[in-house]
């Protein structure tokens, strides 16, 4: 065979791993941010990204406790969903994306906004001590810091707020780090995306590597 490689998927891991801590600038971080931020680096390829990421204190603990405690998990799209390793999940959480639910598109419509902010009104009943996962669309974010805003609205566990893109992304995110109505993570800017926020998800879940 004309290419010798790496065949050993555990290797593979091991040395992907422990070559982002050798050259990522993790000392801000405490070991469990620390554990979500490799992740997410490793689902980027992208050494640096670390100046990116915040925490809100607490935030990896309380996301954590609360898939232990079964939270359901919302994700704004199926890329989300359908990324998260559910031997990973901690309780058989729930994994749940209603942007394909019936109705969306009408009430979109009704509402004047796109189908991922509208699909969060299905999650309202039930966002009290659930993680939130928005990796694609910043309209999804915006929508939901705006029910945030009313206190009669279910307060989730943890916020993963990394929608991507050139229009809105940046500005959802610096409002949730601004409000930080419950604990929450952002990648600053343009940057984020599905694949970081299955690794943030799957990193959460589950401390084995």
Known sequence: MPYEYEKNGQAIYDESFATIRREANLGRFDKDEEQVVVRMIHAAGMVGLEEHVKFSFGMVAAARTAMENGAPIFCDAR????????????????VICTLHADGIHELAKELGNTRSAAALEHWRDRLGGAIVAIGNAPTALFHLLNMLEDP????????????????????SKDALWADQPVPCCIVEGRLGGSAMTVAAINAIASRKE
């Open 79 to 94: 890329m989300v969903s359908g990324g998260v390793t559910r031997p990973r999940l901690p309780a058989d959480n729930e």
């Open 152 to 171: 009669s609205c279910p307060r989730p566990a943890a916020i993963i707020g990394f929608p991507v893109g050139f229009v809105g992304a940046r500005e």
